[in-house]
């Protein structure tokens, strides 16, 4: 049977979280902590290749003391959202975007690259799985697909033998409170990739090597790292977590461009989308962090906001160098992060028209 045809077969969950302890869980989320009923799983062997896909109740994992992903890191995840339609129905968004990502994630981890098809199929079936999880209003049902090396051996090699799973959690916002102004600590001293590096794929070893970062700027009273490039420590690239987006006096927006070491955002590829429709210029383009101080000073600079799949779009007030801080604007929310916040949120809860065909309905 081909890859791309596989049968799921459904495992029935002997013990369901009951309707009135779920709905409970679900006035008040938060983020990344109330996981849902089931799980999405499909193995992978270089004898059988893609095989076993079935969805059944989440349930810790057996894993082996000697899996190779404990001791060399072949790791992939992504983070994609279901919501809740203001017709009352379900649907995705961009998912098959997702999906190209994972792919060019496994590429780059030496990983087998799993057919679009397949991810999207095994997201849509946990979702028809855990329907009642997801919450209305402005939360959603957060979608993490992932794979590891679940192959027994110790040698620094690609495994022949990878497990592939899809996790839902019900969200809120990300930010506590809801999107509101962030501090940035700029990190001097430790950089997120480098060129060759795996800085484009979306990998547990990128975030665990920004987590001292993200501790030191917590230390600094900040919510967030914002991080250097490698060679000259002079351009801006991302957040530990986030691409960054300017917005000038003129209107336009500069974001810096995807040259390897930036994760090819969803969130940003949608925005400068809905950018430009509005007639509202988009430069992908280098920016340095004495030019982002300089335009701050003289008011170049009107806005500045972060954005992923997780927060949507966060808004930077304020900026923490060892060098001086200094604000955006008047370190509030701004009209054009605003303005774009709600264009996209619209279009993801079916309240907008989707004129990118950007909405995968699941009813």
Not at 45 to 64: C, N, Y
Not at 147 to 161: C, D, N, R, T, Y
Not at 224 to 238: H, I, K, M, T
């Amino acid at each position: 049977m081909s890859a791309d045809v596989l049968s799921f077969r459904h495992e029935a969950h002997q013990a369901p979280v009951a309707a009135a302890e779920r709905a409970k869980r679900l006035i008040d989320p938060g983020f990344g902590r109330v996981f849902t009923d089931h799980m999405a799983v499909i193995r992978f062997s270089d004898e059988k290749g893609w095989h076993d896909a079935h969805i059944t109740a989440r349930a810790p994992l057996p894993v082996d003391p000697a899996s190779s992903v404990l001791h060399y890191a072949q790791e992939i995840f992504e983070g994609l959202k279901a919501y809740r339609l203001a017709d009352g129905g379900t649907a995705l968004f961009r998912p098959d975007a997702n999906a190209r990502r994972f792919q060019d994630s496994a590429r780059r981890l030496a990983m087998p690259e799993l057919p679009e098809s397949l991810f999207v199929e095994s997201i849509e079936r946990l979702v028809a799985a855990d329907r009642d999880w997801v919450p209305g209003g402005e939360g959603a049902l957060y979608l993490r697909p992932f794979m590891f090396a679940s192959e027994v051996f110790l040698g620094v090699k690609p495994a022949a033998e990878y497990l592939y799973m899809v996790i839902a959690s019900s969200v809120g916002a990300y930010w506590k409170g809801g999107m509101r102004p962030i501090a940035v600590w700029v990190s001097r001293e430790h950089t997120r990739a480098a060129a060759g590096g795996t800085g484009a794929a979306k990998c547990g070893g990128n975030y665990a090597a920004s987590l001292i970062a993200q501790k030191a700027a917590i230390g600094q009273g900040c919510d967030q790292v914002v991080f250097l490039d490698a060679v000259e420590r002079r351009w801006v690239e991302e957040l530990g977590g986030m691409n960054l987006f300017f917005v000038m006096d003129d209107g336009s927006l500069v974001t810096p461009p995807l040259t390897g070491t930036i994760l090819p955002g969803i969130t940003r590829d949608s925005l400068i989308a809905l950018a430009r429709d509005a007639g509202l210029t988009v430069r992908e383009e280098p920016y340095a962090i004495d030019q982002w101080r300089a335009d701050a000073a003289s008011g170049r600079l009107v806005e500045a906001f972060a954005c992923g799949t997780a927060a949507v779009v966060t808004p930077v007030g304020r900026v923490v160098d060892a060098e001086g801080d200094f604000s955006i604007g008047s370190g509030g929310t701004g009209q054009t992060t605003q303005r774009l916040h709600d264009a996209l949120t619209a279009i993801q809860r079916g309240a907008a028209p989707d004129r990118h065909g950007w909405l995968r309905r699941l009813d």
